[in-house]
């Protein structure tokens, strides 16, 4: 028996990666599994019938291979494979991959571990997830004299006229859930301009120095897309939402080159301890692509980068940054074009087509006119750029769609190609939390992929029915009714907004339930293990043109693959939250093994 190795229609691709319903019980996967004799190879046999020898060789595990049977429409599941170079040579029992050791051929032995295609991270941060573990870290503080803490031991140890920046705060988790302002900080920055970030980055606070540095006055007029809070004398609280951050952010000096590297590294480190082995990334600074290109060089980039470019750079520059360094380096190349189209539902800026329910003068922020948005997204699709817009709330997710289809309609009356020749561009919605079910029908009219996040409901679930109400909670986080609907899913972590582990995305996924068990929602939107894994793997992997390249264990795939301390599709859901990772592989090569 050997796996099929032949590429999909792009067709068939969206309804594989769109799911499948998995209902048979785990009984039937380990009897594949037991009854599994595989063996299938990419090498043409030398001039003497022997076949090409392999560079390692992995025996005695239990492989989820991503591979649904044709019948059962089980998960396929093997012993052993052979790894040559950079891919998957052949796949099978122990004893028939044995047949390809060589001389030299390094034998792994997985202990019966659970093993799986690397997951595929469709959208993180990773510069901002490294300074901000080398700054003011935020993440977790429980209230606002936590919050001034830590912000304080910062100050007294910074340089003269240092900037103070960081991030990661959650006012509601604080018991008060009041937003800082700049009188929290005033008083203990010491003439240090401070800067720091929400956990989704959609609203910050600045202090008192930081403004009058920036030149934010209470004479400031909101930016489009931006608001710029105001107390009852009419004066800056220092709160800075979505556009409105762009004037401090301008006088901000720009990290270092070093600081730049030691983030970086600090972010992929992190990726490889949690099974990342491919991450669709918006660090938008150039010098951040730049820093990557050296580590590649250095031999020292160790998990595969989509880096995405903005959406709003001329063409002109969007292709010169394309063109320097090509989709054909598996390993680091630019991928998207990434716009916003709003902001946060945390942060009241997600736009809304009808009021927020707490706050009923405020529909959010829209950050685009509609019809210059739609004439930039045709001229940048009609240049051969994929692209992929945050969109958040309804309204958000509705300008998306729109500006999609006026460029997918120029697409094809010009009979212009997409990136990988074809004439689906992949066109993504980041995000999609709030969508009406008129807009996920129209997601599958227009080919369009659901790129979203499944941890985030763990944090959001607190207080979303709160922003929103009952009924138009019921359709958020919609990703059951995605996959019903034949739209591709792709998942990833929007670290360091959430941690980067995958593990509380799956969990998320498969039970909707709060890390403690006690809060659900809406579970009708739960979905299987299995659907779960494919949109972390070959729904990613497709979301990025690579699903004949990744996320499948199989003959002639790059050899990025992850051995996990348990089988996530065997266990009790709440088990998966402990998952730790073994051993992370890309491309053949250890990049992290626990010790």
């Known amino acids: 028996m050997t796996f099929e190795s032949g590429a999909k229609t792009h067709h068939g691709n969206r309804q594989l990666f769109a799911g499948f319903k998995h209902l048979a019980s785990r009984l039937a996967v380990f009897a594949i599994l037991c009854s599994c004799c595989l063996h299938a190879q990419i090498s043409s046999p030398t001039e003497n019938g022997s076949r090409p020898k392999a560079d390692i060789i992995y025996i005695h595990g239990n492989v989820y291979t991503g591979i649904a049977d044709a019948h059962s429409h089980l998960i396929q599941r093997v012993e052993a494979f052979a790894v040559r170079g950079d891919r998957i040579q052949a796949v099978g029992a122990t004893a028939e991959i044995e047949k390809l050791k060589g001389p030299r051929t390094q034998i792994v032995d997985f202990g019966g571990h659970f093993v799986m295609p690397g997951f595929n991270d469709a959208h993180l941060h990773l510069a901002d997830a490294g300074l901000q573990k080398l700054s003011v870290n935020l993440v977790g503080v429980k209230n606002i004299r936590e919050f001034r803490e830590r912000v304080l031991a910062n100050v007294e140890k910074a340089r003269p006229g240092e900037w103070i920046l960081g991030g990661g705060w959650d006012e509601t988790l604080w018991p008060s859930k009041t937003l800082p302002s700049r009188k929290d900080l005033d008083d203990i920055s010491r003439g240090h301009p401070v800067f720091l970030d929400r956990v989704d980055g959609h609203l910050a606070v600045a202090n008192s120095r930081a403004l009058e540095l920036a030149g934010v006055t209470d004479a400031t007029p909101d930016p489009l897309g931006g608001k710029i809070d105001h107390d009852e004398n009419g004066q800056p609280t220092g709160l800075l939402r979505d556009a409105a951050q762009g004037a401090v952010r301008k006088v901000i000096p720009p990290p270092t080159r070093e600081q730049r590297r030691q983030a970086l590294a600090v972010a992929l480190a992190d990726l490889a301890e949690h099974g990342i082995t491919s991450a669709q990334d918006y660090s938008p600074a150039w010098e951040n692509f730049q820093i990557y290109e050296d580590l590649e060089k250095e031999n020292e980039l160790t998990t595969r980068i989509s880096e995405w470019l903005p959406f709003n750079d001329s063409i002109e520059e969007l292709q010169h940054k394309r063109d320097s360094h090509p989709r054909t380096d598996l390993m680091l190349h630019t991928g998207m074009l990434k716009g916003f189209m709003d902001g946060s539902l945390g942060g009241h800026t997600a736009a809304l087509l009808e009021p927020y329910s707490d706050d009923p003068g405020n529909s959010g922020l829209p950050r685009y006119e509609p019809g210059k948005l739609n004439e930039m997204a045709r001229e940048r699709v009609l240049a051969g ?211």
């Open 385 to 595: 750029f994929q692209l992929g817009f945050h969109a958040i709330g309804d309204k958000g997710v509705q300008m998306a769609l729109d500006a999609f289809a006026v460029a997918e309609k120029a697409a094809r009356d010009q009979n212009v190609k997409a990136p990988d020749g074809s004439d689906d561009f992949r066109l993504r919605v980041e995000h999609a939390q709030m969508t009406t079910p008129g807009q996920i029908e129209r997601f599958k009219d227009l080919n369009v992929i659901a790129s979203m996040q499944p941890s985030h409901v763990l944090t959001d679930m607190r207080w979303v029915e709160d922003r929103i109400g009952v009924k138009r909670a019921a359709t958020s986080y919609a990703w059951a009714s995605f996959i019903n609907e034949g739209v591709t899913l792709a998942f990833g972590t929007d670290y360091p907004v959430e941690p980067v582990t995958p593990f509380r995305g799956l969990y998320a996924a498969v039970t909707r339930k709060s890390e403690d068990g006690r809060q659900e929602y809406f579970p009708k939107q739960k979905l299987s293990i299995d659907q779960a894994i494919a949109a972390y793997t070959t729904g990613s992997a497709f979301a990025e043109f690579e699903e004949k390249e990744k996320g499948k264990v199989q003959p002639g795939m790059l050899a990025d693959f992850v051995v996990l301390d348990r089988d996530v599709t065997a266990i009790p859901p709440q088990e998966i939250l402990g998952t730790k990772v073994l051993r992370t592989v890309v491309g053949g090569k250890t990049v992290y093994e626990m010790k």
